[in-house]
């Protein structure tokens, strides 16, 4: 018996609806190959911040330091900055666990409609690898002279070789194992330090890895081409802001940032690796039993993926594609009317089929 911890962090909003809904289907996906998931659930979130003034507690990293995988939800509520609740728990975990690559998967899955005009089936299928420890979220820099007319902020961002070397290597080797198409987002135009170095460390790379071809755009150009030419991808690698900014366009082409899904990973597994899905709290659409399911479903796919049962997490991922493109049921966002539990029940109808046709 494969039996793991797994520290749950369903966090805010959103998080508290979908969060249960995979659990339901990872542990009924575990049922049938031999994995048991034992859930810590940690009620970290902005509401524990409104309550103790901190994210989490100060031996927070430490508790979660026990535990195979983190599995999170969503952080973020209007009141508590956003930057509070960003800074005081998922990146000093994201930096404490070196977490260093954050794996975000665009694939249009079938039955759904891209926004995009004309995509067919299987034509986004690539995954975007994006720096997930220094770069543009860095707290070096700082404000002076507040509230005069001379106030000023400056906020440094922080490449290192080290970081930019393990985030590549990675990316190359995905690369190698898929299509072997690698891009890389740049702005070495206009950023004239970080991105040339960004630049020749890729260049270097790319010189050891004959069999993966290479190409690099500015950042600008490569998002209007997520949108003109989706197909052209394999893999593609950035820094930590640029990346972040892509995936929620990778999310938007492939339907609805409710789908899809982000794994931190310590790709050495020195430390647990996080797996949450790319959207927010959503407060908008809180409480009304309408958020979907999907992108964490999907995330917790990815994590069996991680932890070495690829068998369930092809289950996992069957019984979502036969959702999508068999049943109609699905949730607002995607145009559909289901609820949450609706979408649920019929994921775990769906997977016992994948189960008996395996
Ligand atoms: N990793 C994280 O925890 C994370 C990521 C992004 C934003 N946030 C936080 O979440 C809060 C809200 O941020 P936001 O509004 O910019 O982004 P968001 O992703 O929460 O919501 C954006 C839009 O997408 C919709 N949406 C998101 N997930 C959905 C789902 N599963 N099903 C259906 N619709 C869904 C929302 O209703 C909203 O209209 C903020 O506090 C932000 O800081 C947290």
Known sequence: MNRYRIATIPGDGIGNEVVPAAQQVLERAGSHFGITLEWNELEWSCEYYARTGRMMPANGLDTLAEHDQIFLGAVGYPGVPDHVSLWGLLIPIRRAFRQYVNL????LLPGIDSPLRAVPE???DFVVVRENNEGEYSEVGGRMYRGTPDELAVQE??????GIERVMRYAFDLAGRRAGRLASATKSNGIIHSMPFW?????ELGSEHPGVETSEYHIDALAALFVLDPARFDVVVASNLFGDILTDLGAAIIGSI???PSANLNPEGDFPSMFEPVHGSAPDIAGTGRANPLGQVWAGAMMLEHLGHADAADAVMGAVSHVLAETGVRTPDLGGTASTS???DELLTALETEVADR
């Not at 975000?104 to 694939?107: A, H, I, M, S």
């Open 342 to 344: 609706e979408v649920t």
């Open 122 to 124: 299987g034509g986004i």
């Open 157 to 162: 961002a922080v490449f290192t070789r080290r």
């Open 104 to 107: 975000r998967p665009v694939t």
């Open 258 to 260: 409710g789908i899809a």
């Open 199 to 203: 630049d020749e460390i890729f260049r």
